[in-house]
């Protein structure tokens, strides 16, 4: 039985530990695993320049203003493999920037429809970006069409900011290096047991919710996203046992 290396959802085991950090990725960014014991695990990477603490929460990058509700630039066919859009703010992007994200067309002609993105070209402020996707184009798409690209929710995180910023996608089970000078590729947690930090008194039973301090939980309020549920008596800064209901 494995309890430290998780068992990758499409079968065998990872190589790599849920206390270990490398530099080189050994899976896709969003690969899930899970342990024999049932706690789940997604594949990871972190280009902050701060250490990702243990037992304190970590989020996904907050989608850029510019890179949603963007144009199509050009026409797209049913069957076509890639879309190019206008990026707001005359940005210019890197090349496989948004390698493993998402785009999903937003609103107009075909509109609802999510597709995972294979890679994009390097582009210029004053040029289209284009991305390459994973499927085909299901629905055509016009320069009507509008469209939101953002990153797979497990790529470049940081720590959670107080408050309720943005999607809150794990727990780091080992102080994580800072990866601006390398990225590094992790396990976080985010179903089951694991210690977290609390920011104040939390009662057992209690449903949590990012903390008013950064990396930390407090008792939920109903209208933020749900981190988990407290299994004992929690004390300000200390870091007492949760079950995790991140993702299953």
């Given at each position: ?19 270990e ?84 067309i ?52 940081v ?57 930390q ?23 007492y ?8």
């Amino acid at each position: 039985m494995s309890y430290e290396t998780p068992i990758l959802t499409a079968g065998g085991a990872s190589n790599q530990t849920i206390r270990e950090a490398v530099t080189t990725a050994r899976h896709d960014v969003g690969t899930r695993g899970q342990t024999s014991d049932g706690r789940v695990f997604y594949y990871t990477r972190t280009s902050d320049s701060n250490i990702l603490a243990a037992g304190q929460l970590v989020m996904s990058e907050v989608i850029i203003a510019n890179h949603a509700n963007i144009a199509v630039a050009s026409a797209a066919a049913v069957g076509d493999e890639s879309v190019a859009v206008t990026l707001g703010g005359s940005e210019s992007l890197a090349k496989d920037a948004y390698q493993g994200g998402y785009l999903v067309i937003n609103d107009v002609d075909g509109e609802g429809r999510t597709y995972r993105i294979a890679g994009n070209a390097a582009t210029s402020s004053t040029t289209a970006a284009t991305f390459d996707l994973s499927g085909e184009i299901e629905t055509a798409l016009t320069t009507s069409s509008q469209a939101t690209v953002l990153k797979n929710p497990w790529m470049d995180v940081v720590e959670a900011a107080a408050g309720h910023v943005h999607f809150v996608c794990g727990v780091p089970q080992f102080a994580v290096p800072a990866g601006n000078s390398t990225a590094q590729y992790f396990w976080a947690q985010t179903w089951g047991v694991s210690a977290l930090e609390d920011d104040a008194a939390t009662a057992i039973g209690a449903v949590l919710q990012s903390g008013t301090t950064a990396g930390q939980v407090e008792v939920g309020d109903g209208a933020a996203q749900p981190i988990g549920v407290q299994l004992f008596t929690g004390v300000a800064t200390e870091y007492y046992p949760k079950f995790l209901t991140i993702a299953p």
